[in-house]
């Protein structure tokens, strides 16, 4: 029973979406709060890199304001071709699909990047949003790499 429960959770790491590298870190106040910045490498579109920068609370911050658990939503998102563009087995639905999840609460929040393939524009299009349970974000960040010349 162990053995399956091993070769589930193998299985359900090697569907995850990409791994963020951190790049850079930019402190903007004294209390410890950052600004970090993450390279993805999208891992169904060889060629394709996206940096995200999104806001992290430092302690200081999270002991005087409580809500110890929870980041803000905010976050940015630049996609660019970073070699050849090589486009593997992608959803090509209009509601496209994950390229990278990360929790940014203990259970109920995360920062998603979708990409959406516009097959007419010939364009690889990247979203970074906030998936909450209870209440959905209004705030977005996009960002496009366009496939000139490709037989995508």
Known sequence: ?????????LGLLSLSPARAEQVGEVGVDWVG???IIEAIADPDVQGVTCHIAYFERGLIDRLSKGNWFEDPSNASISCRQTGPIEIGDIDRDDDGEDVFRASRSIILKSLRVKRIFDENNQTLIYIAHAAE???????VSMS?????GSDK
């Open 1 to 9: 029973m162990k053995r399956l429960g091993t070769a589930c959770l």
């Open 33 to 35: 709060n950052d600004i």
């Open 133 to 139: 349970l209870t209440d959905g974000s209004a705030k």
């Open 144 to 148: 496009t790499v366009p496939l000139y």
